[in-house]
């Protein structure tokens, strides 16, 4: 990142874009920031240029293509652009979904792992459930912005 560069102030609400490897962006919300980490929400599809905000119109938490805890820098740098807030801003409509994680030692088994607002590094709960129920879990992990750029790519 160029030191003379602004850094840009991260906040809940906020509706960005990233590149995806392959071509095109996807829009992204900032549903919570705890610095250095953001609850992304991603949703498709694929786009070839930066949308207008109003097009995020109608963005809901029950249907995105992926959720994901992700570092902000691209955010603050301004790699990926903010595009502005969601207006009115209302945090219970997008809440920080449970994550799944499965086990390295035994891959039979996952934890489901519940984040609150406080703390998005240390699980407030954990949960032993059999690794076929992770399916229906978003994968637990903190993504580095390259990663999160690969993922959404895949999945649109």
Same mark, same amino acid.
Request: negative net charge; charged residues 25%; glycine residues 8%.
């Given at each position: 990142?160029?030191?003379?560069?602004k850094?840009?102030a991260v906040?809940?609400?906020?509706l960005f874009?990233?590149p995806?490897?392959?071509?095109? !962006?996807c829009?992204?919300?900032?549903?919570?920031?705890?610095? &250095? =980490?953001?609850v +992304?929400y *991603?949703f498709?599809?694929?786009?070839?240029?930066l949308?207008q !905000?109003?097009?995020?119109?109608?963005?809901t938490?029950f249907? &995105? =293509?992926?959720? +994901?805890? *992700?570092?902000?820098?691209k955010l603050?740098?301004?790699?990926?652009?903010?595009?502005?807030?969601?207006?009115?801003?209302?945090?219970?409509?997008w809440?920080?979904?449970?994550?799944?994680?499965i086990?390295?030692v035994?891959?039979?088994?996952a934890?489901?792992?519940?984040?609150?607002?406080?703390?998005l590094?240390?699980?407030?709960?954990?949960?032993?459930?059999?690794a076929?129920?992770?399916?229906?879990?978003?994968e637990?992990?903190?993504?580095?912005s390259?990663?999160?750029?690969?993922?959404?790519d895949r999945?649109l």
């Amino acid at each position: 990142m160029d030191g003379n560069r602004k850094r840009i102030a991260v906040r809940e609400g906020n509706l960005f874009c990233a590149p995806l490897p392959s071509g095109g !962006l996807c829009v992204g919300l900032a549903a919570r920031v705890k610095a &250095p =980490t953001v609850v +992304a929400y *991603v949703f498709g599809p694929r786009l070839q240029r930066l949308p207008q !905000l109003d097009s995020a119109v109608g963005l809901t938490s029950f249907r &995105p =293509t992926l959720v +994901a805890m *992700v570092a902000w820098r691209k955010l603050r740098s301004g790699e990926w652009p903010v595009l502005g807030n969601l207006e009115p801003w209302d945090r219970t409509a997008w809440p920080i979904p449970p994550f799944a994680a499965i086990d390295s030692v035994n891959p039979e088994w996952a934890d489901i792992r519940r984040y609150n607002d406080a703390d998005l590094v240390l699980p407030w709960d954990e949960q032993r459930v059999p690794a076929t129920l992770a399916a229906e879990y978003w994968e637990d992990g903190l993504y580095g912005s390259e990663a999160l750029e690969i993922e959404a790519d895949r999945l649109l």
